[in-house]
């Protein structure tokens, strides 16, 4: 009789196996403490501490492997609340790209950015927020 084995996958574990795998393309070598300097565009909406509270936007610590619309002290968008994404690296990059792009009819008010170095280096940022 073989033994059976458990698999055991949670979203927060695929999250910083994609970030592992997303930051180590030779093509993102991503800069965290610029990641934490291009967080600055993000700050006029969104908050980024432990427990802290939400902005305009919803506070993002923790986001990185966390289900889209995930929070439950924000009102996010329909549209947000039924894409069933969960923010792994590669679908941060897309939604910081172009957010009404990856979600058709979102709240989030945001051109995107268009540099994906920036776009990594915010990423890597983003995956130390745990």
């Not at 393309?25 to 291009?38: E, M, R, W």
């Not at 995107?112 to 983003?126: N, V």
Request: aromatic fraction near 8%; charged fraction near 15%; glycine fraction near 8%.
């Amino acid at each position: 009789m073989k033994p059976r084995h458990r698999r055991v996958c949670t979203a927060p574990a695929l999250a910083l196996l994609s970030l592992a795998s997303f930051s180590a393309s030779p093509a993102f070598s991503a800069d965290i403490a610029n990641g934490k300097a291009v967080f600055s565009r993000c700050a006029a909406c969104h908050t980024n501490n432990k427990g802290g509270p939400n902005g305009v936007g919803p506070n993002l610590f923790g986001v990185v492997g966390r289900k889209a619309a995930g929070k439950p002290d924000f009102s996010y968008s329909p549209a947000l609340k039924n894409s069933h994404i969960v923010w792994t690296p590669q679908k941060l990059d897309s939604w910081i790209s172009n957010p009404m792009k990856l979600v058709p009819g979102t709240r989030m008010v945001f051109a995107g950015i268009s540099d994906a170095k920036q776009r990594a280096d915010l990423i890597a940022y983003l995956g130390t927020l745990k």
